[in-house]
């Protein structure tokens, strides 16, 4: 192959993907630059690729969309129509993600990109000794992988009703469901509680427009304004709440996009709204333990005397986000009613997380990690805020968060941040732009929990030169 064309190469690779079938039709090829750096050649010779391609009639270019396979070999010799897979995706029961958050998605996995939307630790946070001493410990115990009951490990269950207990809440080990991080259990409750044709009041912007899950299922999303207090508690008033087809999802702890934080007050009328019109909470509450000034207002469900909250919580955030272990707290017979369908999904979590997860509870080395993470995330927010000072008043503001991971971003100026978002991630920084958040005002939101502090410069300075050298192209 190396005495042939490079051109003729990428033509040849590409054939052979379409063939074989790993290219489906419908099928979108990578970006030019993409498949330039994949093999290492310019632009130029990606396109003279392209060109023969489409010529035999194997590819075929959208304006504004990018290059697609509409044929395979077999279909060129053949009457019949081709399977379009693509055009199966469109109606299938769970919509594909927006374009933009599918770009974000696969961008996160680049080491040459420079990560300031990442919500996770970066390997500098990451509990590398903890775990390996975890591990070690735990594997004496690790006596059978069985499928378990649905409910989760019993002993990490427990583990996890001593921890709540620290925060107030009084949850009994059968009122725990150990699930696959926070988005389980926000799938779970889609599909076993809530009825299709449900309305779910969600915060705006909100973390969950970004995913279509409540829209999979069925149901009907409804915005409700976040303010510097949270969650706009009079406009939530003059919904039109309907019993039985009626929920909210609120995230009040370091509120992910904005980082905002519900006061105790509005805290205490929100759970009086909420009893008053027999309205269920989800309570998103996966930042808490990543506080930075000080301990946030307690929970919503201290605040629960009826059962009318259901509780999720994670460890994914706070240890690592592969470990992939979070927990649903609810009344008995609703744990009950989703571990049969946990069962009837996947089994339950992987046992070793379980384990592992259980001992870094027990063992006193969660809160040990908590400690350090709390302080290097102090660090880390300060000096992503002092760049931000140095770097971009004159075009933006934001609010200094007191936990979690994120500076909510707002420009001074009307300006369109998908062009913001495609220069950036052309220039090799990945921003999440507010719009895939619902919100419809120039906003982005940038982590400090992910990055170096080398990166955060690199990415900040990026910024900078492109809103100072195009911000008149991009007001609108």
Not at 74 to 94: C, F, G, R
Not at 119 to 142: N, R
Request: glycine share 6%.
């Amino acid at each position: 192959m190396s005495k042939i064309p490079r051109y003729l190469q990428i033509v040849h690779s590409i054939r052979e993907k379409i063939t074989n079938g790993e290219w489906s039709i419908g099928t979108k090829l990578p970006t030019q630059r993409e498949m330039s750096e994949q093999f290492q050649v310019n632009r130029s010779t990606v396109i003279t690729a392209i060109e023969i391609l489409k010529a035999e009639g194997l590819l075929e270019g959208k304006t504004g969309s990018g290059v697609y396979i509409v044929n395979n070999k077999w279909s060129l010799l053949t009457a019949n129509s081709p399977l379009d897979w693509s055009d199966w995706s469109k109606w299938a029961v769970h919509p594909p993600s927006d374009h933009t958050v599918q770009i974000i998605n696969e961008s996160e996995t680049k080491k040459d990109i420079i990560q300031l939307s990442k919500g996770e630790l970066g390997s500098d946070l990451f509990p590398h000794f903890e775990i390996a001493k975890t591990l070690e410990k735990v594997s004496s115990q690790l006596h059978e992988f069985g499928y378990g009951d649905g409910l989760g490990d019993i002993n990490l269950r427990k583990e996890i009703s001593k921890h709540l207990q620290k925060q107030g809440i009084r949850a009994s080990p059968s009122n725990i469901l150990i699930v696959s991080g926070a988005l389980q259990a926000l799938k779970l409750i889609s599909l076993g509680i809530l009825k299709r044709g449900s309305t779910v009041f969600i915060e705006s912007p909100s973390y969950l427009y970004s995913i279509k899950l409540f829209r999979a299922a069925g149901m009907a999303l409804r915005p409700i304004q976040v303010n510097k207090n949270g969650l706009d508690l009079k406009e939530l008033a003059q919904q039109k709440i309907i019993n039985n087809l009626s929920a909210l999802y609120v995230n009040p702890t370091y509120h992910n996009p904005t980082s905002t934080i519900m006061p105790l007050q509005q805290r205490e009328l929100l759970i009086e709204t909420c009893q008053y019109f027999q309205l269920p909470i989800i309570e998103d509450d996966i930042f808490r333990d990543l506080w930075i000034d000080e301990p946030a207002p307690p929970p919503l469900k201290t605040l629960d005397k009826q059962g009318q909250v259901l509780y999720v919580g994670s460890f994914s955030k706070t240890i690592a986000a592969g470990l992939r272990i979070g927990w649903l707290v609810g009344p008995e017979n609703v744990i009950k009613r989703l571990s049969d369908l946990r069962m009837q999904i996947d089994y339950g979590s992987s046992y070793l997380s379980q384990v592992l997860v259980k001992e870094f509870l027990s063992s006193g080395l969660y809160e040990s990690h908590l400690n350090k993470v709390r302080s290097a995330l102090k660090k880390k927010r300060d000096f992503l805020l002092a760049l931000l000072d140095l770097h971009l008043c004159d075009y933006a503001t934001w609010p200094k968060p007191t936990g979690g991971f994120f500076i909510w971003v707002t420009f001074n100026n009307n300006i369109n941040m998908k062009k913001i978002f495609k220069q950036s991630l052309n220039n090799g920084l990945l921003i999440n732009p507010g719009f895939i958040y619902n919100d419809n005002k120039p906003t982005m939101r940038l982590s400090f929990a992910f990055p170096t502090y080398d990166e955060m410069e690199k990415g900040i300075l990026i910024l900078k030169g492109i809103i100072k050298n195009n911000v008149d192209n991009f007001t609108e």
